[in-house]
């Protein structure tokens, strides 16, 4: 089993910036990637980023346009989410998830974490 604990959520302004992070624990060593969600009241999950183990496989939603960047410390089992110009759009609660990257990539896991919550809001 493997255990995700997402953090780093919160409210911030239109054009700021907030960093996630996403602590792995349990048997980390049989998942190949993680990756990061998220979703909006009304709305279907939308993959957002993934990154496998030797950050050599990296992806991103068509969305992200340069604006977030997923990375990882293998020493501390965690993964990171920067997100830089944040729109309202972007507010949603946003999951971390952790499998195959062909899998995350088509939106299935067998691992979730329990969501925080990011608000864009003036």
């Known amino acids: 089993q493997v255990q995700l604990v997402e953090s780093g959520g919160g409210l911030v302004q239109p054009g700021g910036s907030l960093r996630l992070s996403c602590a792995a624990s349990?048997?980390?060593?049989?998942?190949?990637?993680m990756g990061w969600f998220r979703q909006s009241p009304g709305k279907e999950r939308e993959f957002v980023a993934s990154?496998?183990?030797?950050?050599?496989?990296?992806y991103y939603g068509d969305f992200v346009k340069g604006r977030f960047t997923v990375s990882r410390d293998n020493a501390k089992s965690t993964v990171y989410l920067q997100m830089n110009s944040l729109r309202p759009e972007d507010t949603a609660v946003y999951y971390c998830?952790?499998?195959?990257?062909?899998?995350?990539?088509?939106?299935?896991?067998?691992?979730w974490g329990q969501g925080t919550q990011v608000t864009v809001s003036s």
């Open positions: 998830a952790a499998d195959a990257s062909s899998r995350l990539r088509l939106g299935m896991s067998d691992y």
């Open positions: 349990g048997t980390i060593s049989s998942i190949a990637a």
């Open positions: 990154i496998n183990w030797n950050s050599k496989s990296v």
